[in-house]
């Protein structure tokens, strides 16, 4: 028995067919391990049928295939599902299935926990323990994909990487992951029914521009007022709204794309027009979408949901300059289920 096995899905098909020759296996043996791997699910070497015995064996001893185990379901009165995924070190992570009337959409994690501490955020308080794998992220849509199967008997559609963490800041393992969700060896999913939700790192918005990726990207800003989002989302402290804009720019000329901003509304906090004036001047740089998110409670005190009038007069206000503004219902609430509340609680 190896002391250190390897995780198998950090390997590339090139990595698998070099270790086979090495290993004095055919190559083309590659394709379909791989295969097993990424489009079959397996969870176990023992499961590749058409693999021999010695070779599973000796793929066993090398390496192991971080799945994920989905356990304590709990189900909404609006359908949504939230689940955990067991991870092999005994941590957990949360992942979401939201169906709705025109699409099914999963909510995957990035890492277990956060450490960018924004004050609305209930993961923002567990700190981060680790970093996942490109195969912890894939197999929970993997396992996502089969409960809205059994469950509900629909096929997912959307994915938001809006769970637990910060993507960007686990860039390589979530890349890996979104290739493998897009690609035909995958699960063969559009790159633009995939949403990447980040807090807005400058340096690594650039980045994804130079990777050209073709996946959609939101940013968390709430606020657009240097000194209010610092306020409540620390991160703005070393990542300023003038740096995000100049990636944002960079980001829309390299891809094309148009940018997301999700927008809380907390009340008495980001909610005045003045608020709703300082955005429409940020979003004048490049063509954006707005989503007006309602604030899910998480136990602080010094936040609250905007007033109805209050939302629709900031909403009224975006869109009498010519905005696209969507406002997003929560979902889930009533099993904390929703955006921020993800936080792994035991025994819940
Ligand atoms: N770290 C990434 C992705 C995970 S958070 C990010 O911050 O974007 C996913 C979304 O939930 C973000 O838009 C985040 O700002 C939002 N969110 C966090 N706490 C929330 C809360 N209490 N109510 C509503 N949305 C919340
Ligand atoms: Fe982390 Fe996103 Fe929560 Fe902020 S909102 S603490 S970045 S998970």
Redesign the pocket.
Known sequence: MKEEKRDILTLSLDDIKKFLESNNEKAFRAAQVYEWLWKKHCRSFDEMSNISKPLRDILNTEFFIQAVKPENLQISKDKTIKLAFRLFDNSLVEGVLIPSEDRSTACISSQVG?N?G?E????GKLGLKRNLSAGEIYHQVVEIMKLAKDKYDLSLTNIV???????LLNYDNVLKAMEMISSDKGLGMSPQRITL???GLPRMIKRLADDNIKFNL?I?L?SANEKKRSDFMPVNNHNSLESLKEALIYFNKKTGQRITF?Y?LLNGINDSLADAKDLAEYCKSFPVKINI??????GNPR?NKSMPRVTDAFVTFLKSKNMVVNVRR?RGQDIDA????LAAKKGK
């Open positions: 956060c960018l924004c609305f955020c209930a993961t990487l809006m769970g637990m963490g910060e993507p939700s980040t807090v939101a968390s709430h999700e809380l998110i309602e604030y899910n409670t998480t936040f929560s929703a955006c921020g509340q």
